[in-house]
């Protein structure tokens, strides 16, 4: 009860794309040119950002989705039942009668799964003196580089949650770094990497150097998630590595990296230690995996702090 009214007075700001994500199967993933049959499975309301919004609310967490919609759009309706459902507010959402429906194509194969997101090309969006104020009192704004990147006045907003203490949170994957600055990661106070992002940054260097130079632009964590291995966070003066959680039966990987770094954010958000902050995180995506559809994640507190005293104590 402590811990739900320590997030209750907290409140966090995602901003990011939503979809539909159209689930296929397939025996193996196709050569370049070639034709292969996919079964259709089913459809889900997903997106990176909005899936780990739905686990921040399941928390407890008031979460707020940023986001531009298509206006009047069957599937947009779709979209703001899902997010009502799992407790988001949608009072900053916007829309826009020009852009396409946002999707995803997602193809699972017996070995791992791939995702094909189709580009809406979303206009800028610019946030207003009010929403501005109301991005300073957070506790926290969470996104992607590339989604921080279309707010049209990023470099204020980034330097007013500074001012005000607002940690700014980024989940980066490989193709981030091919599209967004190092300057413009750093801005970041928490970075989460997957393994393959965490290695597309450091380049040629060693993995103490890229730390080092994180740490000397200001950032003060970093958690590299490596699958079935577990996870490693780092800040300066401290390392942490918590394996992966064993004998979960697998169902659906999607969404688990979304769902380990909200439960994070939201460990640190009550205080917890980095020890405890990353082991909570493991249990919460490896219960994840065992659920079907990028919100396999979405559990109450209480629930995913059993799994992780039962497996980590």
């Not at 992002?197 to 632009?217: C, L, Y």
Request: hydrophobic share 40%; charged share 30%; net charge negative.
């Amino acid at each position: 009860m402590e811990n739900l009214e320590k997030l209750e007075e907290k409140y966090v700001i995602a901003i990011g794309a939503a979809a539909v994500d159209e689930y296929y199967s397939a025996e193996h993933w196709p050569q370049e040119g070639s034709k292969e049959l996919v079964k259709y499975q089913t459809d889900m309301i997903g997106g990176m950002i909005p899936n780990a919004a739905c686990v921040f609310a399941g928390y407890g967490v008031r979460t707020y989705i940023l986001d531009t919609l298509k206006a009047g759009s069957a599937k947009t309706d779709l979209m703001l039942e899902d997010f009502k459902a799992y407790g988001l507010k949608t009072d900053l959402i916007r829309y826009d009668e020009n852009i396409p429906d946002a999707r995803t194509v997602i193809v699972r194969t017996p070995k791992e799964k791939t995702i094909l997101v189709v580009d809406p090309e979303k206009p800028e969006i610019e946030l207003s003196r009010s929403e501005l104020d109301f991005f300073a009192r957070a506790a926290c704004v969470y996104t992607s580089p590339i989604e921080f990147k279309r707010i049209r006045n990023w470099q204020q907003l980034a330097a007013e949650l500074k001012q005000h203490q607002v940690k700014l949170v980024f989940d980066i994957e490989a193709s981030t770094v091919d599209n967004c600055s190092r300057e413009m990661i750093y801005q970041g106070d928490i970075l989460f990497f997957n393994e393959f992002g965490f290695e597309k940054i450091k380049g040629e260097r060693t993995k103490e150097e890229a730390f080092s130079e994180m740490f000397d632009s200001g950032v003060q964590i970093v958690t590299v998630t490596m699958g079935e291995r577990g996870s490693c966070t780092v800040t300066r003066d401290e390392v942490w590595r918590v394996d992966a959680m064993k004998d979960c039966q697998i169902v659906d990987t999607t969404g688990a990296g979304d769902t380990f770094n909200s439960s994070f954010v939201t460990y640190l958000l009550l205080g917890k230690s980095l020890k405890e902050t990353a082991e909570f995180a493991n249990a919460a995506g490896g219960y994840s995996i065992t659920r079907l559809g990028p919100k396999g994640g979405v559990n109450d507190l209480a629930s995913i702090e059993k799994i992780a005293q039962k497996y980590y104590s």
